[in-house]
Structures are given as C-alpha cells and as structure tokens.
C-alpha cells in the first residue's frame, strides 16, 4: 500500500515553531543542570516549584500551637509577576494569609540567575484591629534536599570570632544521619565566637548547596542528614514566640541558598565569593566600593593616656606632614575612639575612651576647632577620612545618658555585662531618628568620608530584658530592622560614604552587614601576631573575599600574614624603632600589586585541621580565571621541621604554559596547568619563614 507524500512546506511554520520551542527548553535545561542538584531546575524553576500554590513552601512556623504545614495550603495564597531588579536578578513575592485571623506571611525571593542563587525574607503582619494569637517557632527555611545519589554529606562551617586564633576556623563534618549539627552565635551578635553564619553542605553526585543568613542577631541552622539521599536545614531566629498588635509588621532573617555542582567543593565557595561581590558588597554609583589601604593617624600614647586618649589637633596635622614628608600616604587615613569629650589621660578611669562613649561630641580642648581641620589635611594629601563610633552604647554619666534616659536599656551587672553599660535603642523609632541625624550631622560637619561603627558588648541580654512573656524576640527584632534603617539612612544621605563594620573586632559578620559594609579589622585578637593573622585569612576567605587586619612589621613573614583584599598599616613613624622608611614604601606599593588577586579564586593548599598549631606549614592559593594568573602565599612556623611541601595547585588550564616568579629568590621556571595540578614543591628554608610566588599563563 502507498502513502501519499505531503510537501514539507506545507508545515514549515509549525516544523520550525517546533524546533525553536525543542532548542529553547533544551538550551534552558542544559544551563541550569550544571549548577542544580535539584532535578535540573533553573533557580527561577526551583522558587516556582516550591512556592506555587497548594505546596507547603519551604519555610515554616507555629501559629495557634499547630505547625504551618498542616494549614498553610488552605490559606489564600497570592503570587505577582516576576520582576526584573536588573539584567540577572528578578524578584517575585508570595503571600499567604489566614481568613479568619487576618495574619498575612510576605515572602518576598529575590532570584539571581547569573549565580543560580536564591534568598527570601519573610514578613508577618498582622491586618486586623485585634492582637494575633501566638507566632513561634519562624524558621525562614525548613527545607529537605534530596540527592541524585546515596553517599556521604558534608557540612563545612567555621567559628566567629572571639580575639582568638582560632577565629574564624574551618570546621569540616561528616554529617551522621539522624544526628544534627546545630549552629548559632555565642550571643546577639551574628558572628560571635561559636559560629558564622556561612557554610557549605556538600551532598553525593558532586554537588551541594552554598548558604548564607542574612541576621545581625542571634540566628540558628540546623543540618540534618535524614538518610542517605536527603539532607535538611532549619534556620531562623532562635528565639521568638510573640503576638502581633492590631496592623504591626515584623521581617525574619534572611536566608540565601547557592547551587553548585563540581567534583571539588571549592568550586561552591568561589561560585559563592563572587557571588558576594556582585550581588552583597557595597556599590558606590554601581562601582564594587573596595576597602581601602589604611592608617591610623595615632598608634597609642604613653600611660596614663589611654589607648588614643592623648591626641591632639597640633599632634595629629604633624603626624599627617610626617606620612607626606616619608611618602608614605594611605588610601584612608582612621581617626579611632577617644577623640569625644571626657577623654583625658588627667581624669584617670573617667577619662578612658570606653567611659565616654555617648559623648558624640570632639574634645574641646585637644580639638578646639572640631575634627574638620584634620579632615581638610587629610583630604590634601589625597586621601580620605574615617571616624569611629560606637552609637549603640551609652556609659553612664555621658551626655545622652542624661539627656536621654528614655531611650537606653539596662541590665544590672553580673559576670557578662558592665554595669555601666546602657545600650541604645534604635528599636525606638524617635531614638533611632535622632541618632541618625546626630551622626550623620557629625559626617557632614567633621568631613568624614568612612564611618566605622564599632559594638563592644553582647546586646542579648537587654534584648530578653525588654521582652514581656508573649513577646519574646520583639526587641531583637526591632533593634536589627532598626540598625539596617541607621545604615541604609546614613547611605541614603551620602551615597559616597563607605561604612566599615567592626563588633569588637569582626562578630557582626553576616549576609546583611556585608551588603553594606566591610569589616576593615576582622578581629581583636592580640595585636601584630603574624600566626594568627595567617589562620584569620585562611578561615575567612573561604566565604568572603573582603575583610582586612593589621600589620605591625615590615618583615616578609609578618607583612604576608597580614594580606587581605585591605590592610590597616599601624607602622609607627616617630621614634628609633620605627620600621625603616624604605621598607614601609615598599610594602605599600606591594599590597597595591596583589590586593587585587584577594578578588580571585580561592584554594587552601594545606589542610585545615591544626593549622593552629606552631609545627605546621600554612598556604593558600588565590587565582583570577580571567587574567589567567595567581599568587601562592606560603608560611613555615617556626616550630615546622619541613623544608618543602608539595601543594596541588586549581583552577588552571592542563595544556597551559605557565611562568612561575619566585619573589624571594627571583627564580623563574616554566611548567604545564597539569604538572601545577599534579603537584609543586614549595621550599622555604628558614623557620619561621614564607614564599610568595606570582604565576601567569603564557602559552596555550
């Protein structure tokens, strides 16, 4: 039996219809399954999959002592248009909202596609004129994920920082299933001491799941491997149980989900380090606003001045001639604390620079014309200006202690908190306005051009001392949504300005202050010790590519220890033992040339595990895929009896042809990306001792 043949053309507009539909889905899915462990999805995929409607979303709370999942679905559910931010991001928000009561959940998700990132926020509120019942137990992201294959998970995780060594130290679990990891923060600060608010769960298949919390409070993760396919996480505030008034509204933490896929789980980090820099650093006029080089105009005075308890107006425009006489000219010149009233080396205690915070106004004798004069000479120099505060304590007896009262909290003194200390509100809104005014007033007057905030005491007890019992985590709430409105207020009034983050050192780091500052000195861990600062670095970086220490010495093994993306230069320049002239130039036009490769690619090259210690060998590789090249920083401690080690560089072309450049003997050799990968010796011949070695490709 024949057929009739039917001519091509008579289909041709549904045929090609077809195959640009078949091209498209194929293109789409071919994209997204590099980086999704989650069936393949697309992140705008995934956020469609988990929150349409009738799906319990991946988030969950108590409400009248009954779980959400058991009633979430049967609330009235609405979901707008995406909507693109800009060419990558696009942001959709999901409501759900109880008929009877009135209680409204906003979920608002922000999708980054160029990352296969996803965070959301939530929001309750409540609609109606009576209070809400009981809201409990929020957790921004109760979430299973399942695995392609049965294997192994693994949590990787670090500490926060307590001025220890130990500070931000990897922490690499194998997760046990049905035995949970549990992390949060030793207090009210978002990366104190016991944990940081990063990490990353590597799942079997070669994939996994970069996370981040967006909470300068006390927050929680909970990491369960259910079974051998299906790891969870619960995370949120660890503490809320409260009712809404009649139209009140309240935001949770932040949670930021990144996927990743690849045999190395490096591969997550650095997806999530540049990640950060697009989408959660600062931005002046759309520009990455980089920490810069620092100096402190004073470096401590003599007993029984306190730490910068003695400068002086005339002191410090004759140090800023000193900096220009030596050439020696930072990118930011760091007027730290005790420059306010009551700061005096001949009022004893009373006059220490922590007895006196509340006072926000310049020491009339020692800057009898303000602090503008030595803005204006530091603005000559072609640099700018940074001033600290710290607006969130009051001491007692200072000027907003007593024209204030109304505002400031206070706990009766026990082991943990000073007697002394009051803390300020920026929960209240009139307090908050007013602060926000004072400072930014004081910006303006004083010509300041980097604002550092400074919170030297744990805010977690005043917070459970303000809560009534059916309110417990409203003051915690209230004062972080008010801290990101002193910040976005203060970058509202001058676009300009730069803000670094410091929490007695770096214990206020997370997903939020990182969109809106930087934290110029990550730890007050003692000053000057190069062993520490190398374990600082090579905790940190795995997570965040901007953050910065000190260096005291000019000497190869601590100058290298103290690189970062920024450093704070606290040479002393006055006196006989001051480093020499030649040597501070030098390393300042050092860290200028490789400040930038912190932007990289990050690799650890020696294992985390007692990387403390003073026997061990530590290095770390930075590489920017872009250029094509890198640096290698390795250290010997002194206690080391290895001449050499053999690190495995990544992130490298096989077939390339690589110059290598040794900076401390200025040797140069030629090898392939594969030898690299396979293995370099990596030889320092004195102890305590390091190396630096630039490397760029040459060839293909």
Not at 96 to 119: H, I, M, Q, W
Not at 264 to 288: E, W, Y
Request: some cysteine.
């Amino acid at each position: 039996m024949m057929t009739e043949h039917v001519p091509c053309r008579k289909f041709l507009p549904l045929c090609l219809m077809l195959l640009f539909l078949n091209f498209f889905f194929l293109k789409t899915f071919s994209q997204s399954a590099s980086y999704n462990p989650n069936a393949g999805l697309s992140v705008r995929q995934w956020v469609q999959q988990h929150f349409s409607k009738g799906k319990i979303p991946p988030f969950s709370f108590q409400y009248e002592g009954k779980k959400s999942a058991s009633f979430i679905t049967k609330w009235n559910f609405t979901a707008s248009e995406f909507k693109r931010i800009d060419q990558q991001t696009e942001e959709v928000i999901y409501t759900y909202k109880d008929p009877k009561s009135g209680l409204l959940v906003k979920c608002r998700v922000t999708c980054f596609n160029d990352y296969n990132a996803v965070e959301w926020v939530l929001n309750f509120i409540n609609t109606s004129s009576k209070n809400s019942s009981l809201i409990e137990k929020a957790a921004v992201i109760d979430q299973s994920f399942d695995s392609k294959e049965q294997g192994n998970f693994m949590l990787y995780h670090a500490k926060g920082s307590d001025h220890e060594r130990t500070d931000f130290q990897p922490i690499d679990e194998k997760l046990e299933i049905n035995k949970p990891v549990y992390m949060t923060p030793s207090g009210g600060r978002s990366s104190d001491n016991t944990a940081l608010p990063f990490f990353n769960i590597e799942m079997p298949g070669h994939q996994g799941i970069m996370a981040a919390i967006g909470w300068t409070g006390k927050w929680y993760a909970n990491v369960l491997n259910d079974d051998s396919n299906t790891v969870s996480l619960v995370s949120g505030m660890e503490k809320m149980k409260l009712v809404l008034y009649p139209y009140e509204e309240i935001r949770t933490p932040k949670i930021c989900l990144l996927f990743w896929q690849g045999a190395d789980r490096m591969i997550g980090h650095n997806q999530f380090r540049q990640f950060i820099l697009a989408h959660h650093s600062p931005k002046i006029n759309g520009v990455l606003a980089k920490p810069a080089l620092a100096s402190m105009i004073d470096y401590g005075d003599p007993a029984p001045c306190s730490e910068y308890g003695c400068l002086t107006e005339s002191f410090a425009l004759a140090l800023l001639n000193r900096y220009k006489q030596f050439k020696l000219i930072p990118e930011v010149f760091w007027l730290d604390a005790g420059w306010y009233k009551g700061v005096s080396w001949e009022t004893g205690a009373k006059g220490e620079w922590w007895s006196n915070v509340g006072n926000w106004t310049p020491h009339k004798e020692r800057f009898p014309n303000g602090l503008k004069p030595i803005a204006d000479a530091v603005h000559k120099l072609g640099a700018k200006f940074m001033v600290w505060f710290e607006p969130e304590r009051v001491y007692a007896g200072t000027e907003i202690h007593k024209a204030h009262p109304e505002w400031l909290i206070h706990v009766e003194g026990d082991n943990q908190v000073n007697p002394s200390n009051y803390m300020f509100n920026l929960g209240n809104k009139d307090a908050r306005h007013w602060m926000t005014k004072m400072i930014g007033d004081a910006i303006e007057k004083e010509g300041v051009d980097n604002y550092r905030q400074d919170f030297n005491f744990d805010p977690y007890p005043y917070w459970i001392k303000m809560d009534s019992s059916n309110r417990q985590g409203i003051a915690e709430i209230r004062h972080i949504e008010g801290l990101y409105e002193f910040w976005d207020s203060l970058l509202t009034r001058f676009p300009n300005l730069k803000i670094d983050n410091c929490a007695s050192g770096g214990r206020r780091i997370d997903l939020e202050t990182t969109s809106r500052s930087t934290p110029l000195w990550r730890t007050d861990y003692q000053y000057g010790e190069p062993n520490g600062y190398q374990c600082h670095t090579y905790g940190l970086n795995f997570y965040l590519p901007m953050h910065g220490t000190a260096v005291y010495k000019t000497d190869n093994y601590t100058f290298r220890s103290s690189l970062g993306s920024t450093v704070v230069m606290n040479w002393e320049i006055t006196g006989r033992n001051s480093e020499s002239i030649p040597d501070m130039q030098k390393r300042i036009e050092d860290f200028k040339n490789m400040r930038d490769y912190f932007y990289g690619d990050y690799y650890p090259l020696t294992p985390s595990k007692r990387n403390t210690e003073e026997d061990v060998w530590l290095a770390y590789q930075l590489n920017r895929p872009v250029q094509k090249d890198g640096i290698i920083i390795g250290f010997r401690r002194s206690m080391n009896m290895n001449s050499s080690i053999t690190a495995k560089l990544s992130g490298l072309e096989e077939n390339g042809i690589y110059e290598l450049f040794n900076e401390d003997d200025g040797t140069r050799i030629r090898k392939t990306g594969r030898e690299l990968m396979e293995g370099i010796e990596l030889i320092i011949d004195k102890k305590p001792g390091s190396l630096l070695i630039q490397y760029k490709l040459i060839s293909n």
